[in-house]
Structures are given as C-alpha cells and as structure tokens.
C-alpha cells in the first residue's frame, strides 16, 4: 500500500497537472473544437455549376474499360473542372481539356473572393504567402502544397488557406475560433505545433500520457477505497483525512470511476496499437455499391449539360457533383448550396433511388439475416447528437459472425456499415469519452450532466494535484533538513 501512495503521489505531479489541463479545456471543447473546414463552407465557396459548354476530356480521357475511382466536378475560375482522386489525381477543364497550371497569386485572390462571398464574409482578402506549416494547417499544408494563406478584413478575422496547384480552399478559421482553440482543442489533445508536426512522436507522446494517466486514476481509487475507515460513533464509513486532503479523497470517491473511464476512454481515442481496427464490413459495402467504369462517366458527361431539347438538368444552386456507384451502375449526385442533393442516371435525369433496388442490392449479399427494412428514428449506432442524419434510413442486420448492420441512406445510395470493432469503439470512445448514451442525447440535459460531471473530475485532478505538490515540497525540505 505505501508503495502504491508514494507512486500515485510523485505521478500526481507531473500527470496531474497533464490531467487537470484536459479538463479544464473540456469544457471549452463542448462548445468549440479545432477549427476546420466544413462542406457546408466549401459548398458555399463555389461557383454554381455552368455546364453548358461541357465536357472535353481531351488527351486526359483514359480507356472506356478503366476502373472509375473517386471524382469531383465543380467549378474554378469561372470554368468547369474535372478533380479524380487516388494515385493518378489529376484536374482537367472540362471545357478545353487541358490539365489545370498551377494558380498564381492573383487567381488565388480570386478563388478567395468568391469563397469569402458564397460564405457572407464582409471584407476582402489579402494574401499572406506560402505557408508550409502553422497551427492550423498541421495536418493538411504538407498534402496541399503550396499552401496559400489568406487574410480576410473582415470584423470576425476570418482567414483561410488554398492549395495552389488545384486552388481548393482547405481550411478556415476566424479569431474566436482561434483564441478558444488555444484554451479548448490545443491543450486538450495536446496539439503545439511544435510536437504535433511530428506525427509518430505526437501519437507515443499522447498514448503514453494516456496511459500514465489511467494508472494515476486507477491506483487513486484503490487509494481512496482502502484508506476509507468506519466511524465510532456511528459506525459509518468515514475518511480519515481533514482539510484539502479530506476533499480530495471524498470528490475522488464520488467521481474517481468517471475520472478513470474519461482517461481511459481518451487513450482508446488514439486507437493504441491497432486495439479497435477492424474491417468494419467493409467488403459487404464494396458488393452493395460495385464499381464503375470509365465509360460511363463520359456518358454521362456527354448529357449532364443539358437534356435533348437543351434544358438544365441541375438547379441553378448545384455547387459540385460527385460519383454515387450503386450495384455496379454508376449515378451522380448534385450537390446544392443548400445541403439538399439530386441523385442522377447515366442519362443525366433525376433518378430516386427505389426501396426494391436497395433490397435486391443487400439480398445479393447472400448473407442471411436477422431484420431488415426502413428505419424511421434513431438508434444507438445511427443517431445525430452533434451531427445531422438522414431519416428515414435502410437498415439491414446481418446474421454472421459479426452481426454487421448496414445503413443505406435511401435518398443518395450511400453505404455505411458497422461491424463488432465498431460497435465497442462507439461505445468504448464515443459513448465514454463525451457521454454519447440515448439517455443524455438531448439537449441541454447533455450539456447539464457533463458540465456537472466535469466539475467534479476537475475538482479531483485540482486537489490532488495541489496536495501532491505541497507533500513532494515537504519530503524535499525535510531530506534537505
């Protein structure tokens, strides 16, 4: 036991301090993380969609055959342009041909303009210059070389960043979310740029704290529990302490469990050592959706300007089309500035997708099952609580080893699926880590509950910091005496 005491309490110092850090910026964490992009932004900086005077792959074009990876079509400069992804990514104006140059300073100004327009920001933009990594850009500026920075005089400070070889706007912040991220996502996953630049070194660095932080909790609970003595007068279980000490081993007792299920839970966040990897059925998602081919898409490409009496097909809100393959046949889907989306054939038509083509797909599996059908609410592995979902969703439960569930939204053909790995990572992180249970999804009861809860672990982390600091003191003086 007094082995134990002495470790719990010459770790309290230095992961302590770690550990009363992370809690402290929790509580700015629920309300604002790392600044990032979102498609709703992205959407919003683009042009709409002109396809008129589409489409030339030009000399770009592969064989009909070719398996078709990824793909984006949107517009840059005023021209639509062709983006595919994986190892031959490349970006071709669909109006010439022509591979994309990189940008120079004066078409990256205007790539800014626009974006800062279709996103309302009131003030104009200058350039910075090239950046080849910051605070924000830690894990994107190297993949999106060169990146540009840019500055915005507007009253929010917004800024952004664009890749100067495919001029694709990858990341905004503004001064509030910059000056909360200092006191909320910085500390909290412990991102200096300094250490978080170095990617392998980052992850050993976090794991291990992580790990020394459970074990602090864990041996702060047996602590707790075994110095617990029964009372003479009333024969209760009492501490044996008094003062801050007193406070430490009660609020300790109270919300020690939580303090070892919240470092535990933020250690299996980094996935230590492979822990919670797993197919996560991903196979049964590459059958269901198949895999298209070149051909299609120049198809498609051919119509999607207009129908045989020149009409629009898209909307005059289509910001960006992107591939949705399903059962080995290739659809697209236009994405508006409104979040809204239209799933299209390969005759460039509005084209619903039926609940009987989703039901052959998933039958094709030859994969029994246990349920199937429509989902109209949430469950515990399809829900929103900080995110929106589309609703009504196709569940399917698989009657094999894994019991893997399959989620179809209806409106796009999207795949997700969830195997067992997932199923305990969703509860293990998601669920430990920010208190995601039905039970506390809506809110402000959310909000209530941890804010409560968060306090009390704040307050164990404090305390016992403190008094392991001041009784390390007194060792010291006392050696030296």
Not at 16 to 35: D, H, I, N
Not at 329 to 354: I, Y
Request: hydrophobic share 40%; net charge neutral; with cysteine.
């Amino acid at each position: 036991m007094r082995l134990i005491l002495i470790i719990h309490r010459y770790l309290a110092v230095a992961v302590g301090l770690l550990m009363t850090l992370w809690c402290l910026s929790g509580f700015v964490m629920m309300y604002q993380s790392f600044p990032e992009l979102s498609n709703e932004q992205r959407l919003n900086g683009l042009e709409p969609l002109e396809l008129s005077a589409c489409c030339n792959l030009g000399r770009f074009a592969p064989h009909d055959d070719t398996p078709l990876g990824g793909f984006r079509i949107e517009m840059l400069l005023g021209e639509p342009v062709l983006r595919t992804g994986g190892r031959d990514a490349s970006i071709v104006k669909l109006a010439t041909g022509q591979p994309l140059t990189p940008l120079t300073e004066a078409e990256i100004l205007t790539v800014a303009d626009q974006f800062g327009s279709g996103n309302s920001v009131d003030g104009s933009p200058r350039s910075l210059g090239i950046v080849d990594i910051d605070q924000w850009t830690l894990q994107s500026a190297r993949r999106n070389a060169p990146a540009w920075h840019i500055a915005f005089d507007d009253p929010a400070a917004t800024e952004i960043y664009i890749n100067g070889s495919t001029g694709e706007v990858f990341q905004f912040t503004n001064r509030r979310q910059r000056v909360l991220s200092w006191f909320g996502a910085i500390p909290h996953w412990t991102y200096p740029t300094i250490l978080r630049q170095n990617g392998p070194l980052w992850t050993q660095v976090v794991i291990w704290s992580s790990i020394l932080g459970t074990f602090l909790a864990a041996t702060g609970l047996y602590v707790g529990i075994s110095r617990l003595r029964r009372d003479r007068l009333n024969n209760r279980l009492a501490s044996p302490y008094t003062g801050w000490w007193y406070w430490h081993h009660i609020t300790g007792l109270v919300f020690g469990v939580l303090v070892l299920t919240w470092v535990f839970s933020g250690l299996m966040t980094m996935n230590p050592w492979g822990a919670l990897s797993g197919s996560g059925g991903g196979d049964y998602r590459a059958q269901i959706t198949g895999s298209a081919r070149w051909g299609e898409l120049k198809q498609l490409l051919r119509a999607i300007g207009g129908d045989a009496n020149g009409n629009r097909v898209l909307a005059d809100e289509a910001r960006q089309i992107t591939p949705a393959v399903f059962n080995n046949e290739l659809f697209l889907l236009a994405h508006n500035a409104d979040g809204s989306q239209l799933r299209l054939n390969s005759n460039a038509q509005a084209a619903p997708l039926a609940l009987s083509a989703i039901e052959r797909a998933v039958d094709g599996l030859g994969t029994p099952m246990q349920s199937s059908g429509l989902l109209h609410q949430e469950d515990n592995y399809y829900y929103g609580h900080k995110r929106e979902v589309t609703l009504p969703v196709y569940r399917a439960i698989l009657d094999d080893d894994e019991q893997t569930r399959l989620y179809i939204n209806p409106e796009t053909g999207a795949v997700r699926t969830l195997g067992s790995t997932g199923r305990w990572s969703r509860w293990i992180r998601t669920g430990l880590h920010d208190l995601d249970f039905p039970v506390l999804r809506l809110r402000p009861i959310w909000d209530i509950v941890v804010i409560f809860l968060l306090l009390g672990v704040t307050l164990v982390c404090v305390t016992g910091t403190w008094m392991a600091m001041r009784r390390i003191r007194r060792d010291y003086l006392s050696l030296r005496g």
